[in-house]
Structure formats: C-alpha cells, structure tokens
C-alpha cells in the first residue's frame, strides 16, 4: 500500500518562499511520475508540477513557471516543491500525488496547507 506524507506547508508573506516534502512508504516509487496538485477553496483540484521517474522531466502549470521548481531524491522516496516568490493566489492545500502511468496517478497524499498573505 503506497502511502504520501506531505509536509512543509505554512504561513507566509507575499514575495517569501516555502518548500514542500513529500515521503512515500510502502512502495520504491522511483519509476513513478510524481506530481503536485492543489485546491483552493470553492476550486476545483488543479495540477502544478510533474516530474517523470524515468529521466526525470519535470512539467509546470504556466501559473508557476519560473517560480516553482520540483525535485526528487529517489534514495529518499521523496519529492520536494520548492515555492519561490508565492502570491496569494498560491493559496491552497497542496496534495502529493502518484503514478505508474502518469499524471494524475491513483495515490494522494492527505494534503498540506499552504497560505500566502499580501
């Protein structure tokens, strides 16, 4: 069973940065396309970033080009979303997600709470 910790969320100024983790157990999920998705309240979930398994390419929402990067270190079964020059339109609770087959792959993490005020 393949379980996604995330952590990292907060509260922050306009203009600051935070970096999100997420830790996977129960499964090496290496080969795995990893993504980062959120929901803002009365939204719908909206995908932010990917980062395939193999090759490692990584896949951004124009909304966080240049301001979001993703990572991975599959030693740790864990991906990263390094948040820089956050808006309040980043305001959401983030979910870690994954996939053998893609994006929007059937495992979510529970979701980390990230607000941005101006």
């Known amino acids: 069973q393949v379980q996604l910790l995330e952590s990292g969320g907060g509260m922050v100024q306009a203009g600051r940065s935070l970096r999100l983790s997420c830790a996977a157990s129960?499964?090496?999920?290496?080969?795995?396309?990893m993504g980062w998705f959120r929901q803002a309240p009365g939204n719908e979930r909206e995908f932010v970033a990917g980062i395939r398994g193999s090759g490692g390419n990584t896949y951004y929402a124009d909304s966080v080009k240049g301001r979001f990067t993703m990572s991975r270190d599959n030693a740790k079964n864990t991906v990263y979303l390094q948040m820089n020059n956050l808006k309040p339109d980043d305001t959401a609770v983030y979910y870690c997600?994954?996939?053998?087959?893609?994006?929007?792959?059937?495992?979510w993490g529970q979701g980390t709470q990230v607000t941005v005020s101006s």
């Open positions: 997600n994954a996939g053998a087959a893609g994006l929007a792959g059937p495992y």
């Open positions: 129960g499964r090496d999920l290496s080969t795995y396309t």
